[in-house]
T-cell receptor, first 109, second 113 residues
Framework: ELKVEQNPLFLSMQEGKNYTIYCNYS?????LYWYRQDPGKSLESLFV?????AVKQEGRLMASLDTKARLSTLHITAAVHDLSATYFC?????????FGKGTRLHILP | DTGVSQDPRHKITKRGQNVTFRCDPI?????LYWYRQTLGQGPEFLTY????????KSRLLSDRFSAERPKGSFSTLEIQRTEQGDSAMYLC???????????FGPGTRLLVL
C-alpha cells in the first residue's frame, strides 16, 4: 500500500527565515505533486516533479525530488506572511493520487 | 471562467437522504477525478474517469456511492442513504492525459445531520 508521510505536520516560523518540509513515500512512483490549500479553499497546484533529481522553483518556494530515497522536499526561502497555508505532497501510482496529511504552515509577521 | 466548477458549493441533508453533486471540468480535459477531504486531512482519492470510462475506484467508495461521466464532459457523484460519516468536502479535479497537473474545483461541502 502506498503511503505518503509529511514532516512536520505543523510549522510556525518567523518571516524572513528559511525552512524545509519533507515528504516521504513508501513505494516507487513516477510523479510527485505539491499543492497549496488556504483555509476553506480548494487546492492550488504548485509543482509536478517527474524524474530523479528534478528541481523546480517558483518565487520563494523550491521543490526537489530524490526517487532513490523516495523523498521530496519543499524549501521556503525568506518566508513571508502570504505563504501561510497548508501544503500537501501527493504521489501517483497507477493513476491513483495519494496525498499526505499536509503541513500547516503559519508564518508570523 | 474556464476553471473547474462544482455545484452545489454547500449541501446540508438529513441522514438517509440521497445527494448528487456535479463537476464541470476544464473543457479540453479528458481526465476527471473525485476526492473526499475531511477536516485536517489530505484529500482521499475516490475515483477517476478518462473520457466516459471509469478506470479506477477506491475501496473507500462503498456501494452507496456512484459516479458517472456519461458524455465524457461533466460528472456526477451520488451518495445514497447518506450517513453522518459522509460529511466532508468533495473535491473534483481535471487534467489532460499526458500533462500531469490536476486542476481542482472549489469543492462541495456536505453536512449530514
Amino acid at each position: 500500500e502506498l503511503k505518503v508521510e509529511q514532516n512536520p505536520l505543523f510549522l510556525s516560523m518567523q518571516e524572513g527565515k528559511n525552512y524545509t518540509i519533507y515528504c516521504n513515500y513508501s513505494t516507487t512512483s513516477d510523479r510527485l505533486y505539491w499543492y497549496r490549500q488556504d483555509p476553506g479553499k480548494s487546492l492550488e497546484s504548485l509543482f509536478v516533479l517527474l524524474s530523479n533529481g528534478a528541481v523546480k522553483q517558483e518565487g520563494r518556494l523550491m521543490a526537489s525530488l530524490d526517487t532513490k530515497a523516495r523523498l521530496s522536499t519543499l524549501h521556503i526561502t525568506a518566508a513571508v506572511h502570504d505563504l501561510s497555508a497548508t501544503y500537501f505532497c501527493a504521489v501517483n501510482r497507477d493513476d491513483k493520487i495519494i496525498f499526505g496529511k499536509g503541513t500547516r504552515l503559519h508564518i508570523l509577521p | 471562467d474556464t476553471g473547474v466548477s462544482q455545484d452545489p458549493r454547500h449541501k446540508i441533508t438529513k441522514r438517509g437522504q440521497n445527494v448528487t453533486f456535479r463537476c464541470d471540468p476544464i473543457s479540453e480535459h479528458n481526465r476527471l477525478y473525485w476526492y473526499r477531504q475531511t477536516l485536517g486531512q489530505g484529500p482521499e482519492f475516490l475515483t477517476y474517469f478518462q473520457n466516459e470510462a471509469q478506470l479506477e475506484k477506491s475501496r473507500l467508495l462503498s456501494d452507496r456511492f456512484s459516479a458517472e461521466r456519461p458524455k465524457g464532459s461533466f460528472s456526477t457523484l451520488e451518495i445514497q442513504r447518506t450517513e453522518q460519516g459522509d460529511s466532508a468536502m468533495y473535491l473534483c479535479a481535471s487534467s489532460l492525459y499526458g500533462i500531469e497537473t490536476q486542476y481542482f474545483g472549489p469543492g462541495t461541502r456536505l453536512l449530514v445531520l
